[in-house]
């Protein structure tokens, strides 16, 4: 069983920056945990894909987001963070923390989402 704690959303004036925490913890099994990602969700549309990163070093972000957020991760912690710099109205969304073993698809693991509010 592996839980995943999100934490560091908030509001925030456009071009600010937060920065955001995802905190993995296990019982009862192996950590095997591949890949991890950060997803969002606004009100009314889809859950999708903001950044990844693997294990082995290969990270990915969403067009929207690239040259604005940071994705890094702490092995030793369990840890993922996700930097957002420029932040736009448009980012404002429920962010949810996924973990999975597959490094190239969405993990069975999901947070219970943070909220980031990016005001005009």
């Known amino acids: 069983q592996v839980q995943l704690v999100e934490s560091g959303g908030g509001l925030v004036q456009a071009g600010g920056s937060l920065r955001l925490s995802c905190a993995a913890s296990?019982?009862?099994?192996?950590?095997?945990?591949?890949?991890m990602a950060w997803y969002r969700q606004a009100p009314g549309k889809q859950r999708d894909l903001v950044a990844a990163?693997?294990?082995?070093?290969?990270?990915n972000y969403a067009d929207s987001v690239k040259g604005r957020f940071t994705i890094s991760r702490d092995n030793a912690k369990k840890t993922i963070y996700l930097q957002m710099n420029r932040l736009k109205p448009e980012d404002t969304a429920v962010y949810y923390c996924n973990a999975g073993a597959a490094s190239n698809s969405v993990g069975h693991y999901w947070g219970q989402g943070t909220q980031v509010t990016v005001s005009s």
């Open positions: 296990v019982s009862g099994s192996i950590f095997n945990i591949n890949r």
């Open positions: 990163t693997t294990r082995g070093g290969s990270d």
